[in-house]
């Protein structure tokens, strides 16, 4: 209330020479530089009351909020994203790995926007014309702020998802040879059809790499497949034999028999041995090895 | 049949035909490569027939369909046919264009197809793993 007479004597300078948005601005941004500690108090008691952030702890709260708040006004000053980008980037980066969603980092932008806007309605609400020129220059302004800090953070969260997928991806799917032209695949974890198409490609160059006449594709890791990937094991299968050799699949889960046989994969060209044990058995049989225990080994 | 010089060459190694595809046969040429292969089982009395694709980066529905037919065909004469040398990229579009070889025995490469032959030839006609002659009596 003890601003009154100061905030009149600047909205008549600001009247006088209102011509362009840009000075409007840097009126405004003193403004907000001037109450920050006040909005800013009020921005979190907002976050608070519509249950944001409920993540973090009090003071990282402050803090986040305060530099959220000193970005947000610069940006406004300044007219660059670029600083608001990069701080949203790191923002984003330490937040996402503590479970903030995108609608809370979208929901305390707008926040902000709403309490910043709430206050300029309150110190220019005698001058209807004036608060109108100001706000055409806050609301573009406040906009792309939001847009920006949205997208970043989903543009941070796509490639924390990327980093993790090539993470997996390179450790998916190794193609092992265990005998002279005897391969063994073991598939750990859910197969999608990306991984699968990824799969195919390896196992085929693998077998012209390393002249297998046999492959074992063990998918006792691999909890569940929807029917795009049964049909893609199968024409795998196909496909291996067209290179001349033949495929013996292991550790196929109850679960995913029955899913097999109830969408009506055709199965019955796949050669299925129960355990991995057993596929390396039979493939050794079918190279023609024979694999003996010695006498008084150590091992009993 | 047709004029100009095969596309692809048909060597005779012992009672084998090996067919080396040199490269990729349009229709017509795929119906004169069948003729030509099928003749010459007849001619040389071949107890097995291996072609190689090895050369070709796309196997079509056509060329699918002819090394079915020139298997078949060979069975009829009393050769077994092996088809060898599918790329990887090739070995999979086929499979999911849906167009296999069927029936028909493939193998890696021209060795592994050898090997396969003679694995099926002493019950074809016994004797013929030590025979080094030509297949002629």
Known sequence: ???RPEEHSGLTALRDDAEGGEHLLSQLVSHLREHRTRLRQEWAERIQQAHLLTAMTPQEMAAETTSVYDNYVEVLETGSVEALQHYARDLSERIIP????THEVVGIVLLLRDVLARSLFEKYQRDFALLNEVLDAYEPAANRIANTVAVSFVDERERVIRQQQDAIRELSTPVLPVRERLLILPIIGVLDSERARQLTEQLLTGIR????????IDITGSPDVDETVANHLVQTVDASRLMGASVIITGLSPKIAQTLVTIGVDLSKMNTI??????LEEAERLLGYTVTRKEGSTSS | MNGGPALVSIMRQGSTLIASVHTALDDSQLVRFEHDLVDQIGEHRSRGV???VAALDVIDSFAALTLRRIAEMARLRGALTVVVGIQPEVAFTMVRLGMGTGDVPTALDLEEGLALLAAHAPRARSGTSTDTSNGYP
Do not use: P, S, T
């Not at chain 1, 129960?274 to 596929?279: A, E, I, K, S």
């Open chain 1, 1 to 3: 209330m003890d601003e």
């Open chain 1, 98 to 101: 503590r479970g903030v969603e």
């Open chain 1, 209 to 216: 790499k390393h002249r297998a006449k046999v492959v074992v």
């Open chain 1, 274 to 279: 129960g355990d991995l044990q057993g596929g």
């Open chain 2, 50 to 52: 291996i072609i190689d």
